[in-house]
Nanobody, 120 residues
Framework: QVQLVESGGGLVQAGGSLRLSCTAS????????MGWYRQAPGKQRDLVAR???????NYADSVRGRFTISSDNAKNTVYLQMDSLRPEDTAVYYC??????????????WGQGTQVTVSS
């Protein structure tokens, strides 16, 4: 099993910045990719940004140019730097890990979620 611990959410005014962190621990063998998703009330959970072990990134169109995803493979940690925040960025942000164990199936794991609220 892989456990994810997120931190860094909070309340910020529009135009401000926040940095989210997520660290994976447990029976880690090979992390293929780490990412962030978000879910606003009454909406589906959507991809925000994702980074592969090799460093390839992809972003949702709505955050490209404002958010930056990065990772520290040695620490099994992924970061999301969020700048120029907008009220529509308000959501619960979830960390996601794509993991291959030494034995068994490739699986995805989710963090508990961290609230990001952007006031206008």
């Amino acid at each position: 099993q892989v456990q994810l611990v997120e931190s860094g959410g909070g309340l910020v005014q529009a135009g401000g910045s926040l940095r989210l962190s997520c660290t994976a621990s447990g029976s880690i063998f090979s992390i293929n990719a780490m990412g962030w998703y978000r879910q606003a009330p009454g909406k589906q959970r959507d991809l925000v940004a994702r980074i592969t072990r090799g460093g390839t990134t992809n972003y949702a169109d709505s955050v490209r140019g404002r958010f930056t995803i990065s990772s520290d493979n040695a620490k099994n940690t992924v970061y999301l730097q969020m700048d120029s925040l907008r009220p529509e960025d308000t959501a619960v942000y979830y960390c996601n890990v794509d993991h291959t164990p030494r034995y068994g199936r490739r699986s995805e794991y989710w963090g508990q979620g961290t609230q990001v609220t952007v006031s206008s």
